[in-house]
């Protein structure tokens, strides 16, 4: 357990659904990263909130959004969703011990 | 602007053989550096990180690696695979832009080990 939890694990849904992925961070943590992984693309930097405000934006589609919460958890918002949009969505967590800790991530399948 | 080049897609080798991933990075900077290992359907697991100090780095499960500046490289090593080693393997560079951190990804190495 690397102490970052995202929820669900897996999630299939259909093209042009809205689904929301979630993400708990390392326990005083306060800055959270969303990645995507798929297999052509590989690992793509979303965007980066920290406590709670927008810090870094990368390859981040507008119909994707993100939030994060007072009590540091995260979302990531995917609507209209593609089938290109299946892939693994990865949060990641850091802070002062300055490292990088992954969840086990989303899998995402847009059927 | 900072990069991390994984020189292989893929490497095999046979149990009980040393492992050599090559890795080198550009950077304007003195570079963080790191080794993530993505085992088939699980997350990312740090392997070993580079933040200045001593150039060769220990890690988990027997991984070390060693930071050349000289050379831009930072090449992830184990003397004997072991079957549990098959996974993806990620050599990071951190970039600093605008008051924050990012992770830079290579490509990634897919690691074979044969019986």
């Known amino acids: 357990d690397s102490g970052v939890t995202q929820t669900p694990k897996h999630l299939i849904t259909a093209t042009g659904q809205r689904v929301t992925l979630r993400c708990s961070p390392r326990?005083?943590?306060?800055?959270v990263y969303w990645y995507q992984q798929s297999l052509d693309q590989g690992l793509q930097f979303l965007i980066q909130?920290?406590?709670?405000?927008?810090?870094a934006k990368g390859n981040i589609l507008e119909r994707f959004s993100a939030q994060q919460f007072p009590d540091l958890h995260s979302e990531l918002n995917l609507s209209s969703l593609e089938l290109g949009d299946s892939a693994l969505y990865f949060c990641?967590?850091?802070?002062?011990?300055?490292?990088?800790?992954f969840g086990s991530g989303t899998r995402l399948t847009v059927v | 602007a900072q990069s991390v080049t994984q020189l292989d897609s893929h490497v095999s080798v046979s149990e009980g053989t040393p492992v050599l991933l090559r890795c080198n990075y550009s950077?304007?900077?003195?570079?963080?550096l790191f080794w993530y290992v993505q085992h088939p359907n699980k997350g990312l697991q740090l392997l070993l990180k580079?933040?200045?100090?001593?150039?060769l780095v220990k890690g988990i499960n027997g991984f070390e690696a060693e930071f050349k500046k000289s050379e831009t490289s930072f090449h992830l090593t184990k003397p004997s695979a072991h079957m549990s080693d098959a996974a993806e393997y990620f050599c990071?560079?951190?970039?600093?832009?605008?008051?924050?951190?990012?992770?830079?990804f290579g490509a990634g190495t897919r690691l074979a080990v044969h019986p």
């Open positions: 990641a967590s850091s802070g002062a011990h300055y490292g990088y800790t």
């Open positions: 909130y920290y406590n709670g405000e927008e810090r």
């Open positions: 580079y933040t200045s100090a001593a150039t």
């Open positions: 950077s304007s900077y003195s570079p963080s």
């Open positions: 990071v560079v951190t970039l600093f832009s605008g008051g924050y951190n990012k992770l830079i």
């Open positions: 326990s005083g943590d306060l800055s």
